[in-house]
Nanobody, 126 residues
Framework: QVHLAESGGESVQTGGSLRLSCSAS????????MGWFRQVPGEEREGVAA???????NYADSVNGRFTISQDNAKNTVYLQMNSLKPEDTAMYYC????????????????????WGQGTQVTVSS
């Protein structure tokens, strides 16, 4: 059973930076893709960024150029560096992972991920 643990969420002011971490454990196979999603109460969860086992990255348009996803395979940890934060970035951020995607599956589709963390809250004040 894959266990994902997020950390790093805080309250910051507009323009500030945060780095979220997601530590993965409890598995033997190589994870295909890990992603970051976020959700505001009353709204759908949206994909923020993802990185696959070859290091290829994808970003939502809303964060492209401000957020960077990276991974440390030795530590089984994925990071989300968030710069130039805006109030609209306020959300609960979740880490997700899976060992494979369905044919045609997309990184931003939450249904592709079977393993999820508990989330870490990011609040950006104006």
């Amino acid at each position: 059973q894959v266990h994902l643990a997020e950390s790093g969420g805080e309250s910051v002011q507009t323009g500030g930076s945060l780095r979220l971490s997601c530590s993965a454990s409890g598995y033997d196979d190589r994870i295909y893709c890990m992603g970051w999603f976020r959700q505001v109460p009353g709204e759908e969860r949206e994909g923020v960024a993802a990185i696959d086992w070859d290091g290829r990255t994808n970003y939502a348009d809303s964060v492209n150029g401000r957020f960077t996803i990276s991974q440390d395979n030795a530590k089984n940890t994925v990071y989300l560096q968030m710069n130039s934060l805006k109030p609209e970035d306020t959300a609960m951020y979740y880490c997700a992972a899976d060992f494979f995607f369905r044919d045609g599956g997309s990184w931003y589709n939450e249904d592709e991920y079977h393993y999820w963390g508990q989330g870490t809250q990011v609040t950006v004040s104006s």
